[in-house]
């Protein structure tokens, strides 16, 4: 009974393990795997036998670029993740929530991606999430006071104050999730939302306060 013969040219799925024939392939085009359907780069790093360089021809088609633009994405937050499995990070549903102070909300998110070597983007995301914050204040105040807000249904001042919040909170969750939960499946631990609570309380009461000694200050 004869047996199949061993591919000579060939390199293993990295999702299935599967063997892959590259006879005809060269390194840096893409490959499908028989096994799992997708599409998968061929490196050298996984070749094996004497699989040809890349060339330059008419390029990728649609699909295969937009295959191998997942399979970078997939790898760089690999790389992430294993490079933060010691750190500290808040989790994605607290960020969502604290959306209802959404100062907060960019404070917790920017603190994981600086804590995920963003530093930059996190500190741009946090003075963003308190000059938002500022800004909408002064702007229903000043609305309040100038506006017959009585001629607005009830509904609509309802969901200007609900939409705004929620937006920001999609914003800020989404832009570190990705990489948070790729260094949380390589072992980085949760952070304490004991202060992160507290600090959100007092300035909540803080600012009701402030708001309705001012309203009456202005009303006198």
């Given at each position: 009974m004869s047996t199949p013969a061993t591919l000579s040219l060939r390199m293993s799925c990295p999702g299935c393990a599967a063997a892959i024939d590259l006879t005809g392939r060269k390194i840096g085009d893409s490959a499908?795997?028989?096994?799992?359907?997708?599409l998968q780069v061929v490196l050298r790093s996984r070749a094996q036998g004497?699989?040809?360089?890349?060339?330059v021809t008419?390029?990728?088609s649609a699909e295969e670029r937009g295959e191998v633009r997942d399979a970078l994405r997939r790898i760089k937050l690999r790389r992430v993740g294993q490079g933060r499995a010691h750190v500290e990070l808040y989790p994605s549903w607290a960020?969502?929530?604290?959306?209802?102070?959404f100062y907060l909300a960019a404070i917790l998110a920017g603190q994981n991606l600086i804590a995920l070597g963003e530093p930059a983007r996190g500190r741009r995301l946090q003075v963003?999430?308190?000059l938002a914050y500022a800004l909408l204040g002064a702007g229903l105040l000043f609305a309040a006071r100038t506006l017959d807000l009585e001629a607005v249904p009830q509904v609509?001042?309802?969901a200007v104050l609900a939409v705004v919040p929620l937006v920001f909170a999609v914003v800020c969750t989404q832009a570190q999730h990705a990489p948070a939960?790729?260094?949380?499946?390589?072992?980085?631990?949760?952070?304490?939302?004991?202060?992160?609570?507290?600090?959100?309380?007092i300035l909540a009461i803080a600012q009701a306060f402030a708001v309705y000694f001012l309203w009456l200050r202005l009303d006198g």
């Open positions: 499908r795997c028989p096994g799992c359907g997708k004497d699989v040809p360089p890349a060339v008419g390029g990728l960020i969502f929530t604290a959306g209802v102070q963003a999430g308190v609509a001042r309802l939960q790729a260094a949380r499946e390589h072992g980085a631990r949760q952070a304490s939302l004991l202060l992160p609570g507290l600090v959100g309380l």
